[in-house]
């Protein structure tokens, strides 16, 4: 594309998903236990979005990623530190709440607003990316309601693939039911592309990329504006932990025979 | 009063899927659980009269109905102006929908433009008391979540396979054609068709009773200090074709073919199970080389019956969250359950 794509991810931080969360009932509704402690990543699927942007802006001249992150100041710091030297981007920061208990219609409005005030953006540019469901609230809605907010009608979901082709037109490849893909083509942005995990490896950490993204992420940081989230109008009754723990019959130097002849017995069963 | 629409949209052949059915019932159990509610249908699709005909005896008031070539594929700009248009037509407050690749791409963009609300992965809808209260997982079947709300539209989509389908009399309906016009720029994208992922089988039946689980344990170095990718490979398929199991895998697996690693060429990220990856509902599970906790346990928190085999009796995935544990080699295992199922 002539002048290349200004691209904006939308991402924050969720717990490492290899934490253990517990549930509370905080003075605003749902809480996770010990939250601000927890250590965080990059939102798997807007991690894709992220590495796939940058892939797609080294690849059409003039383009430029920024991301849009909602969370404590604090933390997304924290984040920052190793995100940055992933991949060049600008960061676009809002402080507040990053938990999954907030509802998505609030946050698709302060992170539409915050895309708005970008100086700078074009929007006959724009490609919207973000991941297809966060690992926090789930519920895989947050781009097509920032789409609208922004008036982009060609929006995709659980993206894995997206190609610009000679004549400028996008050929995008999302996931449907049964392990297949939906193909289709739009003639240019702006489009949303709610991304799942694409085809791209975690980039290695560069110093450079790193020393580069720092110089704008603590002054981006510093000016985060301050926005309220929450749940307005939804009332939990509660939050649960499944009961999960089941007593497992461990099976231990029995013939692979017998091991088979179980298992066969109990497909079949 | 509620007014209740169930909305979703036909299949190529115009009929309802799977899903569809299911989500009806949802919507008609949730019309009887809210005196004075209302339920109509609205359908989308190239021609919605005999989907509309096969549900005819759901008990709804009104069959509304957004059909035309145009919005025969799945397509966002199409798809929200059609849904867009028959909320308005019903005045619902309550939408009810299958969580379709398609709608759940097309509702959260409605609600929007209805300034309406939208949850999604709904597994529970109850009605005690006549009031409304959802269910639904929040941290990736993480924890689980009972609420209400107050805003209305309140947009919902439900969860396959959580409800059973509709099953009922076909007739004869009325359907009310609704006008829905594609927004300027509606159709600047063209949809191309549907193609299977880039490998060679297809290892992913949504409907399959057994889901198999391949961990990064079948491309390690075995005990002769080789890899043996290749074998694992042929016993996996050979097991798949033998049980028509819907294959899965584990984040790690999927992830050495951009690591540059052998890999077991017929695995693609749609095979991922786990946090990043699906959470399918199978009614019996066989893990095998799996290992790791809690991004598992995401993966497999709908699969009733689980077994697993795996080398290491202490693994964390295995106790606790498998019924049963066979401390074995996969290997040999798997290659004596593909003879014997062979042998029928």
């Given at each position: 594309m002539s002048g290349g794509f200004h691209i904006v991810v939308c991402g924050s931080l969720v717990p490492d998903p290899l934490q253990t969360l517990e549930p509370i009932t905080g003075p605003g509704g749902p809480a996770l236990k010990n939250e601000m402690m927890l250590p965080s990543v990059l939102d798997p699927w807007a991690a894709h979005?992220?590495?796939?942007?940058?892939?797609?802006?080294?690849?059409?001249?003039?383009?430029?990623?920024?991301?849009?992150?909602?969370?404590?100041?604090?933390?997304?710091?924290?984040?920052?530190?190793?995100?940055?030297?992933?991949?060049?981007?600008?960061?676009?920061?809002?402080?507040?709440?990053?938990?999954?208990?907030?509802?998505?219609?609030?946050?698709?409005?302060?992170?539409?607003?915050?895309?708005?005030?970008?100086?700078?953006?074009?929007?006959?540019?724009?490609?919207?990316?973000?991941?297809?469901?966060?690992?926090?609230?789930?519920?895989?809605?947050?781009?097509?309601?920032?789409?609208?907010?922004?008036?982009?009608?060609?929006?995709?979901?659980?993206?894995?693939?997206?190609?610009?082709?000679?004549?400028?037109?996008?050929?995008?490849?999302?996931?449907?039911?049964?392990?297949?893909?939906?193909?289709?083509?739009?003639?240019?942005?702006?489009?949303?592309?709610?991304?799942?995990?694409?085809?791209?490896?975690?980039?290695?950490?560069?110093?450079?990329?790193?020393?580069?993204?720092?110089?704008?992420i603590m002054p981006a940081l510093q000016k985060a504006k301050p926005v309220k989230v929450g749940a307005e109008g939804i009332a939990f009754v509660n939050v649960e932990l499944p009961q999960q723990r089941r007593e497992t019959r461990i099976v231990k130097d029995a013939p692979v025979e017998e091991i088979a002849r179980e298992i066969v017995a109990w497909i079949r069963g | 009063m509620e007014k209740i629409l169930y909305l979703t949209h036909t299949q190529q052949d115009d009929t309802l899927s799977k899903a569809a059915r299911e989500a009806l019932n949802a919507a008609v159990d949730l019309s009887k659980g809210l005196a004075g509610s209302t339920l109509t249908v609205g359908l989308v699709g190239e021609d919605v009269q005999a989907a509309a005909n096969a549900i005819a005896g759901c008990g709804a008031a009104a069959f509304f109905?957004?059909?035309?070539?145009?919005?025969?594929?799945?397509?966002?700009?199409?798809?929200?102006?059609?849904?867009?248009?028959?909320?308005?037509?019903?005045?619902?407050?309550?939408i009810l929908a299958p969580a379709t690749s398609r709608l759940s791409r097309a509702l959260p963009g409605v609600a929007q433009r209805l300034q309406g609300r939208i949850d999604t992965h709904v597994t529970g809808i109850l009605t005690e008391g006549g009031n409304l209260h959802i269910q639904r997982w929040y941290y990736r079947q993480r924890m689980m979540a009972t609420l209400t709300r107050s805003h209305r539209p309140w947009l919902l989509l439900v969860d396959p396979a959580v409800f059973d389908p509709w099953q009922g009399q076909p007739g004869s309906v009325s359907v009310q054609a609704v006008a829905a016009s594609l927004p300027e720029g509606g159709t600047r994208t063209h949809v191309v068709g549907v193609e299977g992922a880039s490998t060679d089988a297809q290892t992913?039946?949504?409907?399959?009773?057994?889901?198999?689980?391949?961990?990064?344990?079948?491309?390690?170095?075995?005990?002769?200090?080789?890899?043996?990718?290749?074998?694992?490979?042929?016993?996996?398929?050979?097991?798949?074709?033998?049980?028509?199991?819907?294959?899965?895998?584990?984040?790690?697996?999927?992830?050495?073919?951009?690591?540059?690693?052998?890999?077991?060429?017929?695995?693609?990220?749609?095979?991922?199970?786990?946090?990043?990856?699906?959470?399918?509902?199978?009614?019996?599970?066989?893990?095998?080389?799996?290992?790791?906790?809690?991004?598992?346990?995401?993966?497999?928190?709908?699969?009733?019956?689980?077994?697993?085999?795996?080398?290491?009796?202490?693994?964390?995935?295995?106790?606790?969250?498998?019924?049963?544990?066979?401390?074995?080699?996969?290997?040999?295992?798997?290659?004596?359950?593909?003879?014997?199922?062979?042998?029928?």
């Open positions: 979005a992220l590495y796939e942007a940058a892939h797609l802006a080294k690849k059409a001249a003039g383009s430029k990623v920024w991301l849009v992150s909602l969370g404590p100041k604090a933390k997304l710091q924290q984040l920052m530190m190793s995100l940055a030297q992933k991949v060049p981007f600008e960061l676009v920061a809002l402080d507040g709440p990053a938990g999954g208990f907030a509802d998505s219609y609030e946050v698709a409005a302060v992170l539409a607003q915050a895309i708005e005030g970008i100086a700078g953006l074009d929007r006959s540019r724009l490609l919207l990316f973000g991941g297809c469901a966060s690992a926090s609230r789930d519920a895989g809605v947050t781009m097509q309601m920032i789409g609208e907010r922004l008036g982009v009608a060609d929006q995709f979901l659980a993206v894995d693939e997206l190609t610009v082709q000679d004549d400028g037109s996008l050929r995008v490849m999302e996931r449907i039911e049964g392990g297949r893909y939906l193909v289709s083509v739009c003639a240019g942005p702006p489009a949303v592309l709610a991304w799942a995990t694409g085809h791209l490896p975690e980039p290695p950490n560069s110093p450079q990329v790193g020393m580069m993204n720092m110089r704008a | 109905g957004v059909a035309g070539a145009e919005f025969a594929v799945s397509r966002y700009g199409s798809d929200a102006a059609a849904a867009e248009a028959l909320a308005k037509a019903a005045g619902a407050t309550l992913i039946r949504p409907d399959a009773k057994l889901l198999f689980v391949a961990g990064a344990g079948w491309t390690k170095k075995q005990a002769d200090g080789q890899t043996h990718v290749k074998e694992a490979e042929a016993l996996i398929l050979g097991f798949l074709e033998k049980t028509q199991a819907s294959l899965g895998s584990s984040k790690s697996l999927v992830d050495q073919s951009s690591e540059g690693q052998e890999v077991i060429s017929f695995l693609s990220h749609l095979n991922q199970v786990g946090q990043t990856g699906a959470t399918p509902r199978h009614p019996k599970g066989l893990a095998t080389c799996c290992h790791g906790e809690e991004p598992h346990v995401v993966g497999w928190r709908f699969i009733n019956e689980r077994r697993a085999v795996n080398t290491d009796p202490n693994c964390g995935w295995a106790r606790g969250k498998a019924d049963v544990l066979y401390v074995a080699d996969a290997f040999k295992v798997i290659a004596k359950v593909n003879e014997l199922l062979a042998e029928g």
